[in-house]
């Protein structure tokens, strides 16, 4: 199909046997799903994101249409995170109470070049997940909340609560992290800057890895 495609038209296509236009969506959002799962689950990063690609196919009686397409897809790749979590690690996950550092003990693996870049990734781990979650997608991918309340599957004044919540969850930490009360207060003070420059930190570990077509 023409590279100029929606990415619904591509969805159809690929849901009705085009390989070429499977692979075209993949290429499309691979980065924006990496990012999601990259500072999150260290290994497993590769087997979830294919598995949220082949989950657009799986489950296209789910889908409405009501919505967009990266909303659909961050959906998926929510419910894969919280099913990987609950398979391999905690059965019973609790993500307005446990941290990814606690479930999968050990920093992040995300390369960083600024202490200030380190100590966001590491802030982010350690709060509850429902709360990194909401943060990342909110800060990295610039998602409205309208959009967050149907990716979170909670009303939208639950997501601008549980933002607000998780940047002061996020201070907590990383007031432990920092090493001087200067940094910590550039940091919650350029929170915006300092997580468009994490994305990008990301955003380079993800090239370096590349990306294969589902």
Known sequence: MAERSSDFELLDAWRAGDAGAGNQLFRRHFGAVCRFFRNKVGDGVDDLIQRTFLACVESKHAFRGDSSFRTYLFTIARHQLY???????????????MAMSDIVPGPSRVLARKREQRQLLEGLRRIPLDYQVALELYYWEDLPASELARILDVPEGTVRSRIRKGKVLLQEVLEQL????????????????WARSVRECVDADTRARGGESP
């Open 83 to 97: 099913a990987h979590i609950e398979q391999r690690h905690r059965p019973r996950l609790d993500g307005d109470r």
């Open 178 to 193: 920092a090493g001087d009360a200067q940094s910590l207060d550039s940091t919650m003070a350029r929170l915006e800057d």
